[in-house]
């Protein structure tokens, strides 16, 4: 099942778990991920159980008698336990309604978080040879879900799509400048006391953020995979319970994180694939509520990450790795829809997004004709037997003398140096422009082709425009952060003072008493009794006869 950040994978196997006879197994591939899962479900009266490295002998001893005695309805555990065999053997012996396996875009060697020990499950197959197999993920193409069911030995399975769009988030990207710490800094301005995570590029920029951050008022804190066990768990902890506001983080941190009031998510350099990118931002607003992204990016971002795939040794492997960062280059520069963009890759098809990105929202703005020169960029791809990359297509058209270029006896092009008044930053938009209008794609070794638009731009059936701001980087974008309206924040503060007292005293994370789309459904009905407060989205009988009673007092004096 392929369903996006947010969408309802977990309920679609966690509700008909419920129903059957036995337990499911959910293979999940990160602590913070399960013990969310976990707690979120106990919450709600369900008993589940995660196995963990964390746990000692007698812990993981008392699961397995709960196990045994058929008192759980939901195991988690991650994919490296099934190296166990004293474990594998221990599943035999109880009764398994299916398995699940969560983030299986990790299965897929094609995939963004390919994961050696997700490979092996295909052994699933082996050991259960007649216990059914459920595959869910946000982030899959269609060759990566083909690559899904293939590893898992899948026989002839049910594929269900979900749409791509995600209409509560509203997409920004900017152009970094310098360090991007005032933009950051403005940005977060929009969302005093609300939460978000913060991407940077490495541990190092976490730490400097972070410590930034709180320079300026802003409780933050850092994680990245080098900190020590304790301390990660300790701002993890910090962030679901709601005792910081940002975590500045790698991409160690979260994969499929369920805090559900997660207001924003910035990105402080070019992610390295759209599949990480989408997962990232999906991790905003999965309360359904109205959320922000935005991505701050510099060309040297890119030429950074093809530096780091350089180093591999040459495969098809590699070449993908190249034609992911190509495609974030472009998402970044891009001027048509952002949302319409992230759908076409996952090959699904939505109409633009009218009011969920910036593309869409600003105002048109001056735009410059660039045909002509277009139409130079063009010829002099053709002329060198579409068989070269970006750079060196560029340096023929300015007329360098580099040795490779009189070798290949390019000097004696027609096209050769009739581009010579125009800078490199220049022709590297005019580059990007085209790619973006599918007039160029690229060939073997990264070497630009002309596509169908680009003979049609040749032939003058085509017009090729480019929005005058992308050649004068120092036009600034205004930002407009994107909120609920009609709610009383008065009340809704006073709400979510009360479910932090409650969170603490339970230890347990803020979101998982009340979401933040719950409160604000209170805050606008305030309701007067149990029967009102059931008809509010999120309060169930078991949430009520925890909590109900105290937050109708709280409305009880608002009143």
């Known amino acids: 099942m392929i369903l996006p950040t947010g969408g309802g994978k977990s309920l679609c196997y966690q509700l008909p778990s419920l129903l059957m006879d036995g337990v499911t197994v959910v ?15 106990k919450a709600n009266g369900i008993k589940a159980q995660m196995i963990s490295s964390m746990q000692n002998e007698e812990e993981i001893f008392s699961i397995y008698q709960s196990l045994i005695e058929g008192e759980l309805k939901l195991l988690y555990v991650a994919p490296e336990r099934f190296a166990s065999f004293e474990f594998v053997n221990f599943l035999k012996s109880i009764k398994i309604n299916f398995f699940v396996i969560d983030e299986a875009h990790c299965v897929s060697e094609w995939g963004h978080e390919f994961r050696v020990d997700y490979r092996k499950l295909n052994l699933l197959r082996e050991n259960f040879p007649s216990t059914s197999i459920a595959a869910f993920t946000a982030t899959a193409t269609p060759k990566v879900a083909q690559d899904i069911k293939y590893a898992l030995r899948l026989n002839e399975p049910l594929e269900v799509r979900g749409k791509i769009f995600r209409k509560n988030l509203h997409i920004s990207v900017e152009s970094r400048e310098k360090d991007g710490k005032k933009q950051l800094l403005d940005f ?68 499929g994180i369920d805090k559900s009031n997660i207001r924003f998510v910035v990105h402080m350099n070019l992610p390295k694939t759209i599949e990480n990118y989408y997962q990232e931002i999906g991790r905003a607003g999965r309360d359904g509520l109205e959320s922000d992204v935005l991505l701050l990016y510099s060309g040297a971002d890119a030429v950074m990450q093809r530096e780091f795939i350089d180093q591999l040794e040459e495969s098809p492997y590699k070449q993908n790795a190249f034609n992911k960062i190509e495609q974030m280059s472009r998402y970044a520069s891009m001027e048509e829809c952002r949302h319409h963009f992230i759908a076409a890759y996952f090959e699904d098809e939505i109409e633009n997004c009218l009011t969920a990105c910036d593309n869409c929202t600003e105002e048109a703005g001056e735009k410059t004709d660039i045909t ?79 596509d169908v638009a680009g003979m049609r731009i040749l032939k003058n059936e085509l017009k090729v425009s480019i929005k005058e701001e992308r050649l004068d980087v120092k036009v600034k974008k205004e930002f407009v952060v994107h909120k609920e309206e009609d709610v009383n924040s008065e009340v809704f503060e006073q709400l979510r003072a009360l479910r932090g007292e409650i969170a603490k005293e339970e230890s347990k994370p803020a979101y998982i008493i009340f979401g933040d789309k719950t409160l604000k459904e209170m805050a606008k009905s305030l309701p007067k009794n149990k029967e009102e407060m059931l008809h509010v989205s999120g309060v169930g009988e078991v949430k009520f006869e925890r909590y109900g009673e105290r937050f109708l007092e709280l409305l009880e004096t608002i009143k």
């Open 372 to 450: 002509l020169d277009a139409q130079k960029f063009l010829s002099c791809v053709y002329r060198t037997n579409q068989s070269f990359g970006q750079a060196y297509v560029i340096d023929v058209l300015r007329g360098s003398s580099m040795q490779k270029i009189l070798d290949n006896n390019h000097n004696a092009l027609s096209v050769y140096g009739i581009g010579i008044e125009k800078s490199k930053t220049y022709w590297e938009r005019v580059s990007e422009r085209l790619m973006e209008l599918g007039a160029l794609k690229r060939g073997e070794f990264r070497s630009l082709v002309l």
């Open 188 to 255: 977060l301005k929009n969302f005093k006391n609300e939460s978000g995570i913060v991407y940077a590029f490495s541990r190092k920029q976490t730490e400097s953020l972070a410590v930034f951050l709180h320079a300026n008022g802003i409780k933050a804190r850092a994680f990245h995979a080098g900190l020590p066990v304790h301390v990660k768990e300790n701002t993890f902890k910090a962030f679901v319970r709601d005792e910081i506001q940002v975590v500045v983080a790698t991409i160690a941190f979260g994969m």
């Open 27 to 41: 293979v999940s591939p990160l602590l913070a991920l399960m013990y969310d899962q976990v707690s979120a479900l």
